[in-house]
């Protein structure tokens, strides 16, 4: 047997979650083809499984329902260490709130597709936003431990959701150091234009 702790071990790991990911872009890619093309009402999970070749329970095992899949909407993932991590920090909470983040919520793949799918099937603009909203209450609940108060709290986890959205819109590399590294680049530019509008 392999041991799990090995360079041998290891790279399996890498291997692993390299088929993980392309298993998860495979779905999505094909969820929001189909549904660009029929329609939301017009597509099944089980014929988005049957395009890619995998069962409804691997589906599930990536994605709640084949919106989630179309919109490349996971569930956030806060290990525990990430938790720790930011429960101990003592640094800026916005800054730490971009390694939070970064670490624990996946940036949909192909958001200006998505965006055109929400123009052309406007329905599904709230159904969007509040599953999004509802892969963010981890985040934000955890944000309020380490705020003075709950308004703090979202509203510097609103200042890094903005940068998100910003990102979403220009994609590139979303690793978790280089999307750590992007969103702060983009907090630092929201806060250099605030200051240009109290100059003027």
């Known amino acids: ?9 290891q790279r399996l790991d890498s291997l692993r979650e390299r088929k993980k990911l392309a298993t998860r872009i495979a779905i999505h890619e094909v969820a929001l083809r189909l549904v660009d093309e029929r329609g939301p009402e017009g597509v099944t999970v ?8 995998v069962s409804p329970r691997t589906f599930f ?11 490349d909407l996971t569930e956030s993932q806060i290990s525990e260490e990430v938790r720790e991590c930011f429960l101990a920090g ?10 939070l983040v970064a670490a624990s919520v996946d940036v949909p793949r192909d958001y200006p597709r998505v965006k055109v799918l929400l123009k052309d ?7 969007f936003w509040q599953q999004m909203n509802l892969r963010r209450r981890p985040v ?42 992007r969103l702060k680049a983009e907090v630092r530019g929201l806060a250099a234009l605030i200051r240009e509008g109290d100059a003027d």
């Open 1 to 9: 047997m392999i041991d799990p702790n090995s360079p041998r071990g």
């Open 46 to 53: 089980e014929e988005i499984c049957a395009e890619v070749g």
């Open 61 to 71: 095992n990536y994605y709640p329902t084949k919106l989630a899949a179309a919109f």
């Open 90 to 99: 003592t640094g800026s909470l916005v800054d730490d709130l971009c390694e």
């Open 121 to 127: 099937y406007s329905e599904l603009a709230l159904s």
């Open 140 to 181: 934000i609940e955890l944000a309020k431990h380490r705020a003075a108060d709950d308004e703090t709290a979202t509203n510097a986890f609103a200042v890094v959701m903005v940068a998100m959205m910003a990102i979403m819109r220009r994609p590139g590399a979303s690793d978790i150091e280089t999307l750590a590294a």
